[in-house]
């Protein structure tokens, strides 16, 4: 039954404790000589010393140390002893930032330990094993290291600084100056730069000899090829006559959605009259979409399921677009960046489209290749993403990037699935951000176009690699089983297919009649429309979806946005075949595929309650959840619940722990509200014992596997209640100790629940549930009044 009502808001309860903690590390470092132990440091940090001297410019207050433990513990304390921890690389490398005073002091307590004198904290001490500096080999980025320098004379560069202080502070001032100036001594020419709290970045153009010195640079962090892209497509022939001869005009609430890609051919006819905003970002050119990239994304992000479309030559258009051409094309006709850093230009782009429009969904179909993410830090356009996310209130839908496969396969078809879970193909740059929704792909079609033409024959022509509903093979993802879900999502992007019967060319992929059918760029006659195959237009569809949930609750923020279609997200079976171990399938499917049948709306028998609220460090929140005793009917029927969380925290990049704040939730079964509040509060520690997540047999993710990403959700699939219970939502928040500067006091968060019933056909759910709030909403009114 398709929803008819719309989802109904419900608030916590008025208990705020203080949030129950965990033991610390307490790590007890032994060591059986410390006289020895120091001795050998001291040795190192001499040998840092003379190593350091030969690096090139900085400043003597900037000396980087690559500090390595014997074992993972808590380092904070480290600047106890004289210097200040910056960032971590892993779980027992930290790096730190020390002047000449600062290194004696460190030297002196080291003396202390050889003279077997008192030195205060001596257990973080005897954690070091080793100091080194920050070498070459360490500002290679993965691109440097794989590909190496451009065989032209002059070769561009991006190049990352450590981000001292904050982007306003003197000591950032003063780090980006003194580079400037040593480039300019070097003859280095300055294309541009980014200067934010997490990220300091430039490009600049130079020779061989001149990038063999920027890695010999004590200011710089990493030196990186800059990003490219690559698109592939082919045309479908459609019939412009099969359209309607008008299209609905848009209402002035209609929510906008902006494209940043390559820009939009405004005049197409399914186009018109859509368009709020077209703009060019990059010098020199107007914007007008020159490859069709911007104009395909633009098609799906407007019309969503466009072969649904065109079956019931429905048009209706419900969305605005905003077009911010950020990407232009090199001599082949590929997407390319522009020549600035794409990091500004979405910066500029963003801004312009916020402060002008007030938009608050964007687009971007892009990754760069030449970032695959490792598993350690975030950077590059992924942090300035998250960052305007958070800043902005603003949800951004990416691509989780395109695989076109390496020495590691042989074959496709054979290799299939398993490389999907391989390193080589990990999500690139800015898949990995935690405040933006990513999306992956799942393969529709098997029947390609010459398997198609010689159907009737009886030949074998070619080969498709994923079954209709799997995951599409080039579709990329997380590779390290304990990290947050990403891709988030997936949407239909398409399949390819390899040669059956030439030699050698298994590697090959054949995409044609395979792929997602949108909007042509050049519309002429029976070319309206087009194929394509990629994440690139799995991305837009979920953007499709969040416009249509905005135009049903303008009022929502990113993170409801986000909550509400994890909320409605679902594993496929064809999904949850492609592996046997389950954490394998979320590494490439996330939660899975969208079901727009309840996303929109609640029904009698599928009941959506949202909350937006605000929580401080340290705290719990507490939600009971409205549910009627006739769901907890005796008898045999499927019923389940799906809570759903999301929020935006800031971030650090010089962080192994990327993010400043957690947030989490619990779902527990209790007698009462307070029963629930007196186990989850810090001070009844000791007497009174915790409360567990219930129900963890039928639970689809288990709490930690959720908690990594700050989008959660976990669903509840019940057979039969023995009797009734009383279920509580608990909520959460715990900040790093590094992240009082900037953190918020209050850090925002949603929350989705959904309440199904579906075998019941007399199911009035969502009357029983309106009811029971408002009796609650009563209750608290007269309180208030009395």
């Known amino acids: ?18 949030r129950r903690s965990r033991n610390g ?105 080793k100091m080194d500096v920050w070498s070459i080999e360490d500002r290679k980025s993965w691109a440097l290291k794989n590909i190496g320098f451009p065989p032209e004379s002059n070769f561009v560069l991006d190049i990352e ?57 004590k200011d710089v962090r990493q030196v990186d090829l800059p990003p490219r892209t690559g698109v592939d497509f082919s045309q479908l022939n459609v019939d412009v006559n099969t359209l309607p001869p008008e299209l609905n005009e848009l209402s002035e609430e209609a929510s906008l959605i902006c494209i940043l890609d390559s820009g939009i051919n405004t005049n197409h006819v399914l186009l018109r009259g859509a368009i709020g905003d077209a703009q060019s970002f990059i010098s020199g050119e107007d914007e007008s979409d020159l490859n069709g990239h ?90 300035t993403l998250d960052e305007l996310s958070r800043k902005l209130d603003i949800l951004i839908v990416v691509s989780s990037g395109n695989y076109s496969g390496s020495e590691v396969i042989n074959n496709w078809r054979d290799d299939y699935p398993h490389y999907l879970i391989n390193s ?7 898949a990995p951000a935690v405040n933006v929704l990513t999306i992956g792909s799942f393969a529709k079609y098997t029947l390609t176009y010459n398997e198609r ?69 050049q519309p002429q006659g029976k070319t309206l429309l087009s194929e394509f195959c990629g994440t690139s237009f799995s991305a837009p569809y979920i953007t499709h979806l969040a416009g249509r949930l905005l135009n049903n609750y303008p009022e929502a923020s990113a993170n409801l946005l986000r909550a509400l279609l994890a909320n409605h997200a679902y594993l496929t079976p064809e999904i949850e075949a492609t592996f046997q171990n389950k954490q394998s399938v979320r590494q490439v499917a996330g939660y899975g595929i969208v ?23 340290d705290k719990h929140q507490f939600f009971e959840l409205p549910i009627p005793d006739e769901y907890y009917r005796k008898g045999k029927a499927i019923r389940t619940i799906t809570a759903s969380l999301a929020y935006s925290p800031s971030v650090r990049t010089t962080r192994l722990e990327y993010l400043a704040t957690k947030i989490k939730f619990h779902l527990v079964n209790a007698d009462s509200l307070d029963a629930v509040v007196d186990a989850f509060d810090n001070n009844n520690k000791k007497k009174v014992d915790s409360i567990g997540e219930c129900d963890g047999t039928r639970r689809d993710i288990t709490q930690d596997d959720r908690s990594r990403g700050t989008l959660q959700s976990s669903r509840w699939k019940f057979n039969k209640f023995q009797k009734s219970r009383r279920l509580f939502v608990v909520v959460t928040r715990q900040d790093q100790p590094w992240a009082s500067d900037q953190v918020k006091e209050i850090e925002k968060y949603a929350l989705v629940i959904s309440i199904t019933d579906r075998e019941n056909e007399e199911a009035r759910l969502y009357q029983q549930i309106s009811s029971k709030l408002q009796a609650k909403e009563q209750i608290k009114q007269r309180a208030k009044i009395s």
């Open 294 to 383: 911007g104009t395909a994304v633009a098609g799906v992000a407007l019309f969503g399921d466009l072969e649904e479309r065109i079956e019931s030559n429905d048009w209706t258009r419900e969305l605005r677009i905003l077009s911010g051409k950020v990407l232009s094309k090199n001599e082949y006709g590929e997407p390319i960046f522009d020549a600035k850093t794409i990091e500004t230009t979405l910066i500029e782009a963003i801004s312009y489209f916020y402060t002008e429009y007030g938009c608050k969904i964007y687009n971007l179909s892009i990754g760069n290749l030449n970032a695959p993410y490792n598993h350690k830090h975030i950077s590059g356009i992924a942090v």
């Open 25 to 129: 590390f307490g790590t007890k470092i032994k060591c059986a000589n410390p006289e020895a132990h120091a001795k050998g440091l001291q040795k190192q940090l001499k040998s840092f010393q003379d190593k350091n001297e030969k690096q090139l410019g900085g400043d003597l207050s900037r000396n980087i140390i690559q500090i390595k433990l014997v074992e993972k513990m808590s380092f904070e304390d480290i600047s106890k002893h004289g210097i200040s921890i910056v960032g971590q690389q892993d779980d027992t490398v930290y790096l730190a930032f020390a002047d000449e005073q600062q290194l004696n002091e460190f030297n002196s307590r080291l003396a202390q330990l050889v003279d077997g004198e008192y030195v205060s904290y001596p257990n973080l001490l005897y954690a070091i094993d």
């Open 595 to 617: 079901d727009e049948e309840s996303l929109f709306k609640s029904s009698e028998e599928h009941v959506v309650l949202i909350s937006e609220e605000g929580i401080e460090n």
């Open 453 to 521: 033409r010689y159907q009737g024959q009886g030949e074998i022509n070619e080969l498709h690699v994923a079954n209709e509903g799997q995951i599409s093979p080039f579709s990329r993802s997380s590779q390290k089983g304990k990290a947050a879900f990403k891709p988030d999502f997936l949407a239909h992007g398409g399949n390819f297919a390899i040669s059956a019967r030439q030699e050698g060319q298994a590697w090959n992929q054949i995409s044609k009649y395979l792929g997602v059918i949108t909007l042509n760029h």
């Open 424 to 430: 080589d193909n990990a999500l690139i740059d800015p």
């Open 161 to 217: 600084l450590w981000p001292l202080g904050t982007s306003n502070s003197d000591v950032r001032k003063k780090l980006i100056t003194d580079f400037k100036v040593w480039l300019e001594a070097e003859t280095i020419t300055l294309f541009d730069t980014v200067n934010r709290d997490s990220l300091v970045m430039v490009r600049v153009q130079v020779t061989k000899s001149k990038a063999l010195k920027l890695l010999n640079h």
């Open 1 to 18: 039954m398709a929803g008819a009502y719309p989802h109904l808001s419900f608030s916590k309860e008025e208990p705020l404790r203080l």
